[in-house]
């Protein structure tokens, strides 16, 4: 009995392992299969749209007509959209796909706004043909490339699988497979196409937006700010975190204060010596202010800190702390672009948060025309469907980063709350936006 | 080998087969109950009902956040030894049925959009990716983790969707090791909350690595925005 019991026991686990290793084996390829066959479609997907977008693009160039362009353009952005899509979820590190990424992006964002302006009537100008030409050009070579690398994969040359798990690791630099490799010969040779410079939100124009104006303060003066700004009786120790650059020269500073645990981190420009950001660490409590009183004290803490005619737009309310936008006002008309936001506590009114990047930058003296069109004559321009609760005059910032001047009409259709803006010198719309009104967010009236 | 031994091989065998179904059944249940659970880190519509639920009957006193943060936890606790439950802080099919719960098989984020702050989803999941990458980190690093996301979906380079920029292949080590699945804390919420409101310590930055591990070349050739704790920022 005991003499056989011992082999038994051991054949018994060997073949158990067997089973199990197996398993292990059928299940990993079926999942490699899986993962296979998912890389397949997106860069399937990916050759069949940039096709699409090359066609499209070559139609668009001979067609005069401003219906068959609208149809064109917005084929044109959508496939660029799914091929980018696509492509971003190929296992190829980001430095090989990089420039085609981008090309699909701005391809699709320059279509949209052709598009936006062939609806309002304006026409395609000569400067933006041959900007449509030269982004044919590199549709036509992307095309023939990624149709040369699908040759490849399907003859066997390259697979997805092998590129995944080499790419796991490198998405900064690219590995030598030949899919990777051809990637990489297409962003360096195929891709080169013009600066475009147009109101969307990939412009070129964005890249070199302005530093804040201002002397340059030495960090010694930018803690003093600093300490300032948080409430020189309120700080026990700051010290100096590091230096940034970027959209904004800055000093950075950690910061303890009195009879609180949790730390602040507060950033102040070089040139100008202005607060940019402040950020509090804190825990949930219970609110002990109402919503109201948090905007109020909020809006003191504005004005004493010299930032005059700020006026709250938007206030949110998570657990025991709210969030209240405030835009710049000046004679009734109000600079959306001008944004402040500011964090408070409900628990006691202490500020959480400050964040003033956009003022910074967008802040100015404007020169504004008068409007050509009356509040009357804009009221009528808006749907009737709406039930209209109040009206004035804004500045609205575009997606490219320049600013509209617009009658904001706030209204009620069907229970929910829409702002609708009327352009003040065309008389077009120039913005819908619904307001979801729920328990954490509400428009300040 | 007699006929008896032979039995005894195969019964074993048999037996020893059943042990390894039950156990792959088990850890296949498992993972579906964990499903439907709700715990710590939780958030949405359901977790606002067990606040209100919880405070009607005087265990909570805390705020109705929708976020199942410490508080709610202790609550739990307290209701299910009152009740006779097994306790766990976690509000699983029992615990729910004694709430009058029903827990339903969905995910436990929520779907209800905040307007002007961004999806609830989509905060939860940037949530995610500063949990599982910025775990330890001072909180503006954290911060700065969420804000290089948001950058990307807005730089032309990268895809144009949080869940495209966080899921593109090799981009976030937290998803390549599955260290994204685990539930943000909620300090990890909060940072990707002040990210979608708009706080950026790190300046429009597109790149960020630990300087001690990072390996690669080409990362380094960017130029660095700012050094926040253990990583650099660089567009």
């Not at chain 2, 209800?112 to 990458?133: F, K, M, P, W």
Request: with cysteine; charged share 25%.
């Amino acid at each position: 009995m005991t003499r056989w019991a011992l082999p038994v026991v051991l054949a018994l686990a060997l073949v158990m392992t067997g089973i199990w290793g197996y398993n292990q084996y059928t299940l990993n390829r079926q999942y490699g299969i899986h993962m296979d066959n998912i890389y397949q479609k997106s860069f399937y997907d990916l050759v069949a749209s940039v096709g699409s977008t090359e066609i499209k693009l070559s139609k668009l160039m001979v067609s005069s007509d401003r219906g068959q362009h609208i149809r064109l353009l917005t084929d044109i952005s959508r496939q660029a959209d799914y091929a980018q899509t696509n492509l971003s979820q190929l296992p190829i590190s980001h430095t090989a796909i990089q420039k085609a990424q981008k090309y699909l992006n701005q391809l699709s964002d320059y279509a949209k706004y052709l598009n936006n302006k062939v609806s309002d009537g304006k026409i395609i100008t000569t400067e933006e043909m041959d900007n449509l030409r030269e982004l044919y050009r590199n549709a036509v070579r992307l095309n023939a490339d990624l149709v040369r690398l699908d040759k490849e994969v399907q003859s066997g040359k390259a697979g997805w699988r092998e590129i995944a798990k080499k790419g796991k690791s490198t998405f900064y630099e690219a590995s030598n497979d030949l899919v990777t490799k051809q990637f990489v010969e297409i962003d360096q040779r195929g891709i080169e196409y013009p600066t475009l410079i147009y109101d969307g939100p990939f412009s070129e124009a964005l890249k070199d937006r302005a530093d804040i104006k201002g002397t340059v303060i030495s960090r010694k003066k930018a803690e003093e700010i600093a300490r300032e700004f948080i409430g020189s009786n309120l700080v026990k120790e700051i010290r100096f975190s590091s230096e940034g650059s970027g959209e904004f020269s800055t000093w950075g500073f950690d910061v303890t204060l009195k009879n609180y645990d949790h730390p602040y981190y507060i950033q102040i420009s070089r040139k100008g010596g202005k607060v940019v950001n402040l950020i509090g660490q804190y825990k949930d409590g219970t609110p002990r202010l109402s919503v109201e009183q948090g905007k109020e004290k909020a809006a003191a803490f504005l004005n004493e800190k010299g930032y005059a005619n700020m006026v709250p737009t938007y206030q949110q309310k998570y657990g025991s702390v709210s969030v209240i936008n405030f835009a710049y006002s000046e004679n009734g008309i109000i600079f959306y672009p001008d944004l402040i936001k500011v964090k408070v506590s409900l628990e006691d009114g202490r500020i959480l948060g400050f964040e003033a990047r956009n003022y910074l930058m967008a802040h100015k003296e404007r020169d504004l025309e008068e409007p050509k069109l009356s509040l009357e004559e804009a009221r009528k321009l808006v749907s009737s469907k709406l039930e209209l609760l109040s009206a004035r005059l804004a500045v609205i910032p575009t997606d490219g980063g320049n600013e509209r001047f617009c009658y904001e009409f706030k209204g009620k259709y069907m229970g929910n709350l829409y702002i609708v803006y009327i352009d003040a010198m065309t008389g077009q719309e120039a913005d819908i936006l619904q307001i979801i009104d729920t328990e954490n967010g509400f428009l300040a009236m | 080998m007699s006929d008896r031994n032979r039995l005894k091989i195969v019964s074993v065998l048999a037996a020893f087969l059943f042990i390894a179904a039950a156990l792959n059944a088990y850890y296949t249940d498992r993972s579906a109950a964990e499903a439907a659970a709700l715990g710590w880190g939780s958030s949405g519509d359901k977790v606002n009902e067990i606040q209100s639920k919880l405070k009607q009957w005087g265990y909570y006193d805390g705020p109705i956040t929708g976020y199942y943060g410490e508080l709610t936890y202790k609550a739990v606790r307290l209701f299910q030894q009152k009740n006779g439950l097994k306790v766990d802080g976690i509000v699983g099919p029992e615990t729910a049925a004694a709430l009058g719960i029903n827990l339903g098989g969905g995910a436990p984020a929520s779907s209800a959009s905040a307007g002007g702050g961004g999806n609830q989803n989509d905060i939860y999941l940037l949530a995610r990716v500063v949990h599982g990458e910025a775990r330890g980190e001072p909180y503006v690093g954290k911060v700065a983790i969420a804000a290089v996301v948001l950058n990307r979906v807005r730089h032309p380079d990268f895809p144009n969707t949080i869940a495209g920029v966080i899921y593109q292949p090799g981009a976030f080590t937290a998803v390549d090791d599955g260290q994204i699945n685990l539930t943000p804390d909620e300090e990890s919420l909060k940072a990707a909350r002040d990210a979608m409101n708009g706080w950026d310590p790190t300046y429009g930055a597109i790149y960020y690595w630990n300087p001690a591990t990072a390996t690669s070349k080409w990362i380094w050739s960017r130029p660095i925005h700012i050094r926040i704790g253990k990583h650099v920022f660089a567009k």
